[in-house]
Structures are given as structure tokens and as C-alpha cells.
């Protein structure tokens, strides 16, 4: 199928949500994208693997579209260790997650709480590198954790080693996803760096996807997190695919069923079952009018009857235009994500 833009897209990770149960659901039924990141694993040992870290990602042949592991850490050993294993099971990339905004991580110099301390990442680098790394390794980012200067002082170091590429999401970490993205900083990111740079920001409906494209038009892949949640058709909307009502409401509806069904196997207790359908339409909701109408009725579903019934309703419900789904994303959909 033909499309009308050159534009890699990618899709962003999610702790909690977007496992291998929703990636190979959204490629079965949507797709769009070139690859899905998986959510960031950590603490998975130094001097052997914990095999139930990785269960998300292994075995590789379970992906429906090429996934890329991420990971969260200060430790090269367990860095190292993590790229061989991956190796072996037949990954060629890794990304190291030097972005994740919240405190509990940011605290312990993890996440973006790294980024004050170019020195430390300088050293690690050194180390992950001397050592060797079998596979590419890529790193997700912000502008800073306090504030966006600080990247500054980052990209020089990154620049000395043979980073695959770069995510930019074009806010700091105190921002955490509050308050415009910082267009400025991010353009200023491109003339420092002399690796590939993705940009990654409330990139939420085709008309924001043109108007940052233009800003950045030497821009080749785009990270797509919050906007692809809510709707789901985004990427294959950016590259000039659309799609007739009906077959949006069928292709939701079937997206949803396999959701539902194969969720049951990681999350057999009903309660954290609809926790998690809940949290897929927290972000899904957006995309009909009166949005925050149809999450309200499916949040409150207190079992498994009166849940499917505010599905059905939020199936039947008109599709919202921008202007509404602009304002679900900015005043419903307040975080998560990495």
C-alpha cells in the first residue's frame, strides 16, 4: 500500500500498558509503524539474568512487528550482560532509557536524573563500550531533568561514542509531560548532534505531526507515544492511509476483543483484568466525542457485564474531530508513559 510521506514512525513505550499483548494487537489491527518499543526493563541481575524480567520481549519469534528492548540502569555490568543475552536470542538493538520524569527513579541517577551528571554517563559509556556491546544501542532522553540546558552538556558526551541514535522528547523531566514541548531546544539538539535525532512530543493529530515536520525538516523518524494511545489510526493517518467509519468501529472493536481475550492469560484475577482494559481506554477514549463521557462509564464498570456494556456505548459513539481530541490529550491525559 502506497503512502505519502518518507517518515519512520515509531511507537513509544509504556510501563504497564503497551506489553506484548497490546504491541501485537495494535500491529495485527492498526500497524502504521516500523517498530514498537517495549517498556523499560531493570534490576536484571549482574551475574545472571532473571529470566522473569524479560518474558515481556523473550521469546522473540511472539512479536507480530519488530520490537525494540529497553532497558533502565547505572550498572555497565548488568548492561552488558543484559546486550549478550539479548544477542543470543536474536536482537540486533537495545535502548537505554536516560528520559523516564519520575521522582522514585529520577532520584536514584536513573532515568533522566542522570543527565545533571555528564560525568557519570561519560564513564559508564566507557565502560559499556570497552568492554564491548554485540549489539547497536540507541538511548531515549529529555532535555534535562531540572533544566533543558543541561542537555548541552550531554551531547558532547554522547557524541564521542557510536550511539545507533537518539529519542529527544522536548521537555525536561520536571515538565514531566506538563506544559508545551520546548521547539526551541530541540532544533538547538539538532545542530549539536552528530547522531540521528528522533523527535518524540505530543506529536497527537495529523495537523500537529505537519506543523512539527515543518519546523524540523531534516527529521527522518518520529516517535509517536500519548497521540498514538488515544488514537490509534495516527500512524497510518501520517503516512496517507484512511479509513471509513464502519471500518474504524469494526477494526477498534476487533482490536479491543483480542485485547480482552489474551489479556485474561497474564491477568487471570478480574479485578486487575479490567484494571488493565480500563487503562488502555483511558487513552483510547479520546478518540470519540465526549470523550471523557465514555472513559467516566467505563472506568466506573465495576465487573465484567457493565464494563462490556460501556464499550458498546463507547463504539456507537460519533468520532471526535480535532479540536476535541486536542482537548481530551491536554486535559484528561495528564502522564505515564517513558
Given at each position: 500500500m502506497?503512502?505519502t510521506t518518507?517518515?519512520?514512525l515509531v511507537?513509544?513505550?509504556?510501563k504497564g ?5 497490546y ?6 489491527h492498526?500497524g ?9 526493563v531493570s534490576?536484571?541481575g549482574?551475574?545472571?539474568?532473571n529470566?522473569s ?7 522473540r ?6 520490537v525494540?528492548?529497553?532497558f ?6 548488568e ?8 544477542h543470543e536470542h536474536?536482537?540486533?538493538?537495545i535502548?537505554w532509557n536516560l ?5 522514585r527513579?529520577?532520584e536514584k541517577?536513573?532515568?533522566c536524573g ?6 557519570m554517563?561519560?564513564r ?7 568492554n ?8 531515549k532522553?529529555r ?8 542537555i548541552r552538556?550531554?551531547l558532547?558526551v554522547?557524541?564521542n561514542y ?5 529519542i529527544m ?6 515538565q ?12 538547538e539538539c539538532?545542530?549539536m548532534?552528530?547522531?540521528p535525532l ?7 493529530t495529523l495537523s500537529r ?5 515543518a519546523?524540523?525538516p ?6 509517536l507515544?500519548?497521540g498514538a494511545l488515544m488514537n490509534?489510526f495516527l500512524a497510518m493517518?501520517?503516512?496517507?492511509i484512511t479509513f471509513?467509519?464502519?471500518?474504524k ?5 476487533a ?8 489479556a485474561?492469560l497474564p491477568?487471570?484475577?478480574e479485578?486487575?483484568h479490567?484494571?488493565w ?9 479520546g478518540?470519540?466525542a465526549?470523550?471523557?463521557?465514555v472513559?467516566s462509564?467505563i472506568?466506573k464498570?465495576p465487573?465484567?457485564?457493565a464494563?462490556r456494556n ?5 463504539l456507537q459513539?460519533p468520532?471526535a474531530?480535532?479540536?476535541e481530541?486536542?482537548?481530551y490529550?491536554r486535559h484528561?491525559i ?5
Amino acid at each position: 500500500m502506497k503512502t505519502t510521506t518518507d517518515s519512520r514512525l515509531v511507537l513509544a513505550p509504556f510501563k504497564g500498558l503497551t506489553n506484548k499483548v497490546y504491541r501485537n494487537a495494535f500491529a495485527n489491527h492498526f500497524g502504521g509503524f516500523e517498530e514498537y518499543y517495549a517498556p523499560f526493563v531493570s534490576g536484571v541481575g549482574t551475574g545472571r539474568i532473571n529470566p522473569s524480567k524479560l518474558k515481556d520481549v523473550l521469546p522473540r519469534a511472539e512479536n507480530v512487528a519488530p520490537v525494540v528492548p529497553q532497558f533502565i540502569s547505572t550498572d555497565a555490568r548488568e548492561i552488558i550482560l543484559l546486550a549478550e543475552t539479548l544477542h543470543e536470542h536474536g536482537y540486533g538493538h537495545i535502548n537505554w532509557n536516560l528520559g523516564c520524569p519520575f521522582a522514585r527513579i529520577a532520584e536514584k541517577y536513573r532515568g533522566c536524573g542522570i543527565l545533571p551528571y555528564p560525568e557519570m554517563l561519560d564513564r559508564l559509556l566507557g565502560e559499556i563500550f570497552a568492554n564491548g556491546i554485540p549489539l547497536k544501542l540507541s538511548i531515549k532522553t529529555r532535555l534535562g531533568y531540572k533544566q533543558p540546558e543541561e542537555i548541552r552538556q550531554v551531547l558532547p558526551v554522547l557524541n564521542n561514542y557510536p550511539i545507533h541514535h537518539i529519542i529527544m522528547h522536548a521537555r525536561t523531566g520536571k515538565q514531566v509531560y506538563r506544559g508545551e514541548v520546548n521547539a526551541a531546544a530541540f532544533a538547538e539538539c539538532l545542530s549539536m548532534s552528530k547522531h540521528p535525532l528522533i523527535y518524540n512530543g505530543d506529536v497527537y493529530t495529523l495537523s500537529r505531526y505537519h506543523a512539527f515536520r515543518a519546523m524540523f525538516p531534516e527529521t527522518v523518524t518520529w516517535m509517536l507515544g500519548r497521540g498514538a494511545l488515544m488514537n490509534p489510526f495516527l500512524a497510518m493517518e501520517i503516512k496517507g492511509i484512511t479509513f471509513a467509519e464502519d471500518q474504524k468501529r469494526k477494526t477498534i472493536a476487533a482490536f479491543h476483543q483480542e485485547l480482552y481475550t489474551n489479556a485474561e492469560l497474564p491477568i487471570p484475577q478480574e479485578k486487575k483484568h479490567l484494571g488493565w482494559m480500563k487503562a488502555v481506554w483511558y487513552y483510547m477514549a479520546g478518540l470519540f466525542a465526549g470523550g471523557e463521557e465514555v472513559f467516566s462509564r467505563i472506568k466506573k464498570a465495576p465487573n465484567q457485564d457493565a464494563y462490556r456494556n460501556a464499550v458498546s456505548y463507547a463504539l456507537q459513539r460519533p468520532f471526535a474531530a480535532d479540536a476535541e481530541l486536542e482537548s481530551y490529550f491536554r486535559h484528561s491525559i495528564k502522564h505515564t508513559g517513558s
